[in-house]
């Protein structure tokens, strides 16, 4: 069975950088894409990029100066970088496989307060 | 950016009643490669999203035939005949023809 995690700091400070790992049970993150999503207070949803089976990346324009996703595949790992969050980051996030969308966390509330 | 209108926002139905969800999107969503990437998830409270649909019409692993997807180009509709109690939660379709992959504002569904 297919399992996603996702483990982080549940609070982070303005300007500082906010990172998140997902860790992957039942699937080698080397096939398919991996990806992450958040969900902001309210309903809204937002795509914020994945990582191929081969290292490569896609990101949102929105974040893409501040987004990096990365991986360790002896891990079966791979994080999410977003740096200088504001009070707008807060938000759930969850990690999924990217392009079925079948598998995803259980998701990780980040707050970003001072 | 591709814009999802998903209506209505607020869906209240009886159990056993039929109800629809309608997303219409900014663009076609019809990809070059002929599919159409166009998805149905629900959110049920505390609960990560879950795929019901997947290209229009297929139904997800495991999600119960009641749920039925349809449309093309830039008009699609989810369908439940016969609304259960776990059917209850936000609705949201989500494209993926077009970069970057966007959602649409999200329909509760309560009970009346």
């Known amino acids: 069975e297919v399992q996603l995690q996702e483990s982080g700091p549940g609070l982070v400070k303005p300007s500082q950088s906010l990172s998140l790992t997902c860790s992957v049970t039942?699937?080698?993150?080397?096939?398919?894409?991996w990806g992450w999503i958040r969900k902001f207070p309210g309903n809204k949803m937002e795509w914020m990029g994945y990582?191929?089976?081969?290292?490569?990346?896609s990101y949102n324009p929105s974040l893409k100066s501040r987004i990096s996703i990365t991986r360790d595949t002896s891990k079966n790992q791979f994080f999410l970088q977003l740096n200088s969050v504001t009070t707008e980051d807060t938000a759930t996030y969850y990690c999924?496989?990217?392009?079925?969308?079948?598998?995803w966390g259980q998701g990780v509330m980040v707050t970003v307060s001072s | 950016d591709v814009v999802l209108t998903q209506t209505p926002s607020i869906l209240s139905a009886t159990i056993g009643q039929s109800v629809s969800i309608s997303c219409r999107s900014s663009?076609?969503?019809?990809?070059?490669?002929?599919?159409?990437?166009l998805y149905w998830f629900l959110q049920r409270p505390g609960q990560s999203p879950q795929r019901l649909i997947y290209?229009?019409?297929n139904l997800g692993s495991g999600v119960p035939n009641r749920f039925s997807g349809s449309g093309s180009g830039t008009d699609f509709t989810l369908k439940i005949s016969g609304v259960e109690a776990e059917d209850l939660g936000v609705y949201y379709c989500?494209?993926?023809?077009?970069?970057?992959?966007?959602f649409g504002g999200g329909t509760k569904l309560e009970l009346k």
């Open positions: 990582i191929s089976y081969s290292g490569s990346t």
């Open positions: 039942g699937y080698s993150i080397t096939s398919n894409y």
């Open positions: 999924a496989r990217e392009g079925y969308f079948d598998y």
């Open positions: 663009q076609s969503l019809l990809d070059s490669d002929g599919n159409t990437y």
């Open positions: 989500m494209q993926a023809t077009h970069a970057p992959r966007t």
């Open positions: 290209l229009v019409s």
